[in-house]
């Protein structure tokens, strides 16, 4: 029998505390070993990473990392939570996207899990006005809240779902959703503005007619979609959810009445923790300015999460379910009050009932069987996401206030100081991802030249005309479509031989970074039999830096002799002869594939 002592089992009570100096003089000295001479303080930077906006990701936080308290759920600065609750009575908003007067589809959605419907409506891209009493054919609209997005065409697509509610008799304190209505969000997607009369009169009727149902939509999407960061997209919403409220205000509603018609729409991305903390820096920054407004106490931002359309491939789409479901549960511990799982083929066209069907259970999945919605803000009380949180709102209000400073947000759009800045962060990103340092599995990273095109019914033309929209894997995805249109030509794709020296000890890795970095740009690596037999003149030689002291002169030479007219290395420049480039880690990925396509004549 195991007798415990008087005071239980502590189980620290044998270890002596130790210091954040002794750690990082431990650090210092596995970095050491790897041939890096830092000194204990250095060590720690060491091994940050940078961020956007920024900001670091040190490897280390304890309770030492000073930052504001974060308060309760409910109440302000809220940043644990809008609501006291949580999602906690039954998991967050399942909403689910529709652009076509497809009734079938949307009661498939209703009765598999899906809680409301985000209606596209109007232009090309969406379902007619006059097409939406038939979409919403057999839907309990008392039951299912209804958020549409109908750009200028708002006021008439309203005035229908007014009309819809009507003849249906749903009573006005039963209504749920949003009208959508978002000026500023549909000048920067196209870049044509349009009147806020109509909006602050639909915003007025629904204050004082219909409790449960908001006017006013602030997308930061098109802000994401263009590429801007986290800090970014939150300035602007910020920007734009001020103008709204001065708009509102001076049209007649209480400050409370017009916070109440706002709600907050944001993109979720794979980067977990970042988008953690992006959603619960959005409230406490909508907190602040409801403070500044008067109404603290009516200061908790409604919270819509769209997984990231930036991060979505064409290529090996089925990847995207992964990134997707790490979206989504970010968006649920970070707090948001309705999420939209992109269907994992929304980058090939139009989703099938296969890809719907997946993008809803996986919120049904994170709920119902990982139990994410349990606790109220998980992430709470971590010293990184608290940290993370606090830098990642104060360098989003810092934007927020050159915003405000050059007029706000329509200034600002009108004088291009948000494209500019968004195009400046998209840039140095691009670079990132052109030198892989940040990888997209299945494009840049682990590419599948063998997998069979997932092919959907195009999607129609998108607003456009105001800030761009941009995906992760463009410049990728256009040497892969160089290599498609070669193959399809040709009958075989472009080919490079990976010239291997030595053991497998040797060679393995530089060999399968290299298959890897050629096959990102539809360039097929052979690696079996010999230079002669493999029916191309592109070579890159891989092996140890030993064995290029040894042997690289004499096997480039070789392959001169062969026939080889370009010769690469895999590895760092070194002084070797008559080698024509280098491909190695931190290198530009597009540049060296481009330039290998171009010398094959792969247009």
Request: hydrophobic share 45%.
């Amino acid at each position: 029998m195991t007798v415990l002592p008087d005071d239980g089992l502590s189980l620290a009570a044998e270890f002596p505390d130790a210091t954040h100096e002794q750690w990082q003089h431990l650090v210092a000295g596995v970095l050491r070993k790897s041939g890096k001479e830092v000194s204990a303080a250095e060590a720690e930077e060491a091994l940050s990473t940078a961020l956007e906006d920024g900001l670091r990701a040190r490897p280390l936080y304890t309770a030492h990392d000073d930052t504001p308290a974060s308060g309760l759920p409910g109440f302000a600065p809220f940043v644990r939570g809008g609501r006291p609750e949580g999602n906690t009575l039954g998991g967050w908003d399942v909403r689910q996207p529709h652009s076509r007067p497809d009734s079938a589809a949307v009661l498939a959605d209703l009765e598999n899990g899906v809680t409301s419907l985000w209606l596209t409506v109007g232009g090309e891209a969406g379902i007619p006005v006059d097409a939406l009493p038939a979409t919403l054919e057999g839907v309990y609209l008392d039951l299912a809240p209804v958020v549409l997005d109908a750009g200028a065409e708002v006021e008439a697509a309203a005035r229908t779902l007014f009309e819809i509610y009507a003849a249906r008799g749903v009573a006005a304190d039963a209504v749920r959703g949003n009208l959508g209505a978002d000026p500023l969000g549909h000048e920067a997607r196209t870049g044509a503005s349009f009147g806020f009369a109509p909006v602050a009169a639909l915003a007025k009727h629904c204050a004082e007619e219909y409790p449960g149902l908001r006017a006013l939509t602030v997308d930061a999407l098109p802000y994401h979609e263009a590429g801007g960061s986290a800090a970014q997209e939150l300035a602007c919403s910020l920007a734009t959810g001020v103008a709204y409220l001065r708009e509102l205000t001076a049209a007649g509603l209480s400050v409370e009445q017009a916070l109440g018609q706002l709600e907050f729409r944001y993109a979720a991305s794979a980067d977990q923790f970042l988008t953690i903390a992006k959603f619960r820096a959005a409230r406490r920054l909508w907190a602040r300015v409801a403070e500044v407004c008067g109404a603290p106490e009516a200061g908790a931002q409604v919270q819509h999460a769209v997984t990231s359309p930036v991060m979505m491939t064409r290529r090996d789409p089925w990847v995207n379910m992964l990134r997707t479901t790490i979206a989504t549960l970010a968006a649920g511990v970070g707090g948001a009050d309705a999420v939209t799982v992109l269907p994992f083929d929304h980058a090939l066209g139009l989703p099938d009932a296969f890809a719907r069907r997946i993008a809803r259970n996986t919120s049904t999945i994170l709920v119902e069987e990982s139990h994410l919605a349990r606790v109220i803000d998980p992430a709470g009380g971590s010293w990184y996401v608290e940290r993370l949180t606090d830098e990642l709102a104060h360098a989003a209000w810092e934007f927020f206030q050159e915003i405000e400073r050059g007029g706000g947000q329509a200034a600002a759009l009108g004088s291009r100081l948000v494209h500019d800045r968004i195009a400046a962060t998209w840039a140095a990103r691009s670079a990132r991802i052109a030198e892989r340092r940040e990888p997209v599995t299945g494009v840049s990273e682990f590419p599948f030249l063998a997998e069979q095109p997932v092919v959907r019914e195009p999607l129609p033309a998108q607003p456009s005309g105001g800030l761009p929209r941009v995906r992760r894997d463009e410049a990728f995805e256009e040497l892969r479509a160089r290599s498609d249109a070669f193959l399809a030509r040709t009958g075989a794709r472009p080919k490079v031989f990976l010239a291997a020296l030595g053991p497998a000890a040797a060679h393995s890795a530089r060999l399968t970074f290299a298959a890897n970095l050629f096959q990102a740009g539809g360039v097929e690596p052979v690696t079996e039999g010999s230079f002669e037999d493999s029916g191309t003149t592109e070579v890159c030689v891989c092996s140890s830096d030993k064995l290029y002291a040894e042997q690289a002169d004499e096997t480039v030479a070789a392959l001169r002799a062969a026939g080889a007219s370009h010769v690469a290395l895999a590895g760092r420049p070194g002084p070797y002869a008559d080698v024509d480039s280098y491909v190695y880690a931190g290198c530009d990925a597009v540049a060296v594939l481009s330039a290998t396509l171009d010398r094959m004549g792969v247009s």
